[in-house]
């Protein structure tokens, strides 16, 4: 069974400081990772989608992808308050898309 | 774009009521997915559905009932309300199942058991 594990579980950074999050996961063969956010009482919004090794830039988020190490990370530039949020690794197969694992999230505080 | 619709918003019950959530999906996605999230958890989905009239049980289906009455909408039942219970329902859609099909998420169902 896969198993999916975040790190840390709660990180409080600067505005305009760098934010670092690391996600690992135990399926060699899992192929398709998605970082989304949640913020308090809403639905999750995708902000990177990563397929192959190396990375994956959107806007102020980029994802690294390193399946030999199994690990998979997202660096948020410049955040701001307004991204303080729990954030989500999400981790499938390209034949098994629909079964998703989830890892238990990061909560993020961007001070002011 | 497209919109994915739950009702209610917040849900009381009380212990051992059968309760049902709703979902609609504007997006004429294929496959619509129900997930559970508990704090500290993370998401562990308990039913999904390819296509209109097809049910699959995830991993934590025991206790719920789903039907797919049609392409655009997917309810989920808890057929007894346990004592204390909270937790945040999540309704999300797909196209397809393969892939690097997105699954797309509703704003959730927040259930309270007195």
């Known amino acids: 069974q896969q198993k999916v594990q975040q790190s840390p579980e709660s990180l409080t950074v600067s505005e305009g400081a760098m934010a670092s999050l690391n996600c690992t996961f135990s399926d060699g063969t899992s192929n398709n990772f998605r970082w989304y956010r949640q913020h308090s009482a809403k639905g999750l919004e995708v902000l990177v989608s990563i397929f192959s090794d190396g990375e994956k830039e959107e806007g102020r988020f980029t994802a690294h992808l390193n399946r030999a190490n199994l690990h998979v990370s997202l660096h948020i530039r410049e955040p701001q308050p307004s991204d303080s949020a729990v954030y989500l690794c999400?981790?499938?197969?390209?034949?098994?898309?629909?079964?998703?694992?989830f890892g238990k999230g990061t909560h993020l505080h961007v001070l002011p | 774009g497209g919109i994915i619709t739950q009702t209610p918003k917040f849900l009381i019950g009380q212990e051992g009521q059968k309760l049902t959530l709703k979902c609609q999906q504007n997006f004429n996605h294929d496959t619509m997915y129900w997930y559970r999230q508990d704090s500290g958890k993370g998401l562990r989905l308990i039913y999904y559905?390819?296509?209109?009239?097809?049910?699959q049980k995830g991993d934590l289906s025991e206790g719920y009932d789903a039907s797919r009455e049609k392409k655009s909408s997917f309810s989920l039942t808890v057929t007894s309300a346990q004592k204390n219970e909270m937790a945040v329902f999540l309704c999300?859609?797909?196209?397809?199942?393969?892939?690097?099909?997105?699954?797309?998420f509703g704003p959730g169902t927040r259930l309270t058991v007195l």
């Open positions: 559905s390819i296509t209109e009239n097809d049910l």
């Open positions: 999300a859609s797909s196209m397809g199942t393969g892939g690097y099909a997105e699954q797309f």
């Open positions: 999400a981790v499938s197969t390209y034949t098994n898309a629909y079964k998703v694992i």
